[in-house]
């Protein structure tokens, strides 16, 4: 039985493409910054981004704790939405290794966050408080693509009090293919309209571009350099890096436009549920949809979802969530996958 693998956009396996342009990567010891590979991907990535600079990291969360411990000091604290990956799913890494407390905000329906808030968030310059120190957004979050007018908006109140702005665009790409699709737009010209608001954006390779591991942080020359003696300290500086950044560079070059197909599984995944009486379905733009089962309770609803779960797994579909029901396409599930997960929840309710 071929098994429907929707827990996440991470589950993407390199293709047999890309797995070529692996074994062929010429490399080097990238902590003396000498892989080829590694710093072609990082000068490209900047450049098409609008950074000066930017560094290959193992992961997301490293790439986002070292962004985080870049612009803030012990004492310090962040802004972030109270659903963000960069507080609430990375093991609470900035308090943890770097002193830095989030101040976290809760989000608006759509996922954005109060621009009111924001501001009374920001705390005087008083021996009481820490010292707000950087406001820290994510797009696509939740699947759900964050308007240009709210990044704009958000960031603008961030300097007009000082503070430091940084994107977590792990799904960069989604967001930006999602805005240009309608318009025939350059998704590269779009999210770098979407990071302009930013100065520093971590990008992940190894979700819905389907690379095997990496992100990359992008910001200035200064930033980079203290990001890069942190990354060492939390033992993310690699050797020959370059196999995995050539993956990258090939998932940046072919994979970009692809992520259309994944928006549009989603799409036909919300259709096909929306029916089912007993099931809450939440669509977004991109490549995620949420589920939430009706019952007397929020107990009982739990239990429901655990059984419906069990019940996928039993027809070789793998579906997960900390809170709603999540199912996520990517380059790996096709359209005969997702109509084998329509009928399957169908036969459940
Ligand atoms: C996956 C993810 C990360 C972290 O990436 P890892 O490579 O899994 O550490 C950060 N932010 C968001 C929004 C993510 O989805």
């Known amino acids: 039985m071929s098994i429907v693998d929707l827990r996440s956009d991470t589950v993407t396996q390199p293709s047999l493409a890309m797995r070529k342009i692996i074994s062929q990567a010429i490399v080097g010891d990238d902590t003396h910054g000498d892989d080829p590979s590694v710093n072609m991907l990082q000068q490209d990535i900047a450049d098409r981004l609008g950074f000066e600079a930017a560094l290959f990291f193992p992961s997301g969360t490293q790439s986002n704790l070292c962004a985080i411990l870049s612009h803030c000091e012990r004492g310090d604290e962040y802004l972030v939405g109270q659903n963000a990956h960069c507080y609430r799913f990375e093991g609470g890494g900035a308090a943890v290794f770097g002193s830095v407390q989030p101040q976290p905000l809760a989000h608006l329906a759509d996922g954005t966050l109060s621009i009111d808030d924001i501001r009374s968030a920001v705390k005087p310059d008083d021996a009481h408080f820490a010292r707000t120190r950087l406001l820290a957004l994510e797009n696509t979050f939740g699947g759900k693509v964050m308007p240009l007018s709210f990044l704009e908006q958000a960031t603008n109140v961030a300097k007009e009090f000082g503070l430091a702005r940084h994107l977590d665009g792990a799904r960069l790409f989604n967001a930006a293919v999602a805005q240009t699709h309608e318009r025939q737009g350059d998704p590269w010209k779009q999210a770098k309209d979407i990071v302009r608001y930013f100065d520093s954006v971590s990008v992940c390779f190894s979700k819905g571009l389907g690379a095997p591991v990496g992100s990359a942080l992008c910001g200035s020359k200064e930033l980079v350099a203290r990001a890069r003696r942190l990354r060492k300290t939390a033992g993310g500086s690699m050797r020959q890096a370059g196999m995995m950044a050539a993956a990258a560079s090939?998932?940046?070059?072919?994979?970009?436009?692809?992520?259309?197909?994944?928006?549009?599984?989603?799409?036909?995944?919300?259709?096909?549920?929306?029916?089912?009486a007993g099931l809450r379905v939440k669509a977004c733009a991109t490549n995620m949809v949420f589920v939430q089962l009706e019952a007397g309770s929020t107990v009982a609803a739990t239990a429901r979802t655990t059984e419906l779960v069990d019940h996928l797994r039993k027809h070789g579909i793998l579906a997960t969530g900390l809170y709603d029901l999540r199912f996520v396409t990517h380059r790996d599930v096709d359209q005969a996958g997702i109509d084998k997960v329509i009928a399957a929840i169908k036969s459940f309710f």
């Open 250 to 276: 090939y998932a940046l070059e072919h994979h970009v436009d692809d992520l259309q197909n994944d928006h549009e599984l989603a799409t036909r995944l919300a259709n096909g549920l929306r029916d089912i």
